[in-house]
Nanobody, 126 residues
Framework: QVQLVESGGGLVQAGGSLRLSCTASGRTFSTYTMGWFRQAPGSEREFVAAITWSGGYKVYADSVKGRFTIARDNAKNTVFVQMNNLKPEDTAVYYC???????????????????WGQGTQVTVSS
């Protein structure tokens, strides 16, 4: 099982940017599809973005398209999400997730992933 550690969260004003990182250890990172999810208080965990093991295919939630960009560096066992033009509604705990050789077809649900980080808080003030 791969172990995941997120970093890069914080407090930012609306319109600002943050870059989250997730570093993996324990297994061969380059065979894992990686995803980002978020969970606001009182809400279910929702999909944000995902990238296949080779980095050749990416998917985004409609709410973040055009503002967030997911990328990975297999040499550094790290996946990133660059978040621009942040809005107060982006405030949540952001989680990194992994699933080996997952094809990104259909809706992306938390149940498709079997490894999770501890989460990092992102707070966007208005």
């Amino acid at each position: 099982q791969v172990q995941l550690v997120e970093s890069g969260g914080g407090l930012v004003q609306a319109g600002g940017s943050l870059r989250l990182s997730c570093t993996a250890s324990g297994r061969t990172f380059s065979t894992y599809t990686m995803g980002w999810f978020r969970q606001a208080p009182g809400s279910e965990r929702e999909f944000v973005a995902a990238i296949t093991w080779s980095g050749g295919y990416k998917v985004y939630a409609d709410s973040v398209k055009g503002r967030f960009t997911i990328a990975r560096d297999n040499a550094k066992n790290t996946v990133f999400v660059q978040m621009n033009n942040l809005k107060p509604e982006d405030t949540a705990v952001y989680y990194c997730a992994a699933k080996e050789l997952l094809f990104l077809t259909g809706p992306q649900s938390p149940q498709k992933f079997d490894a999770w980080g501890q989460g990092t808080q992102v707070t966007v003030s208005s």
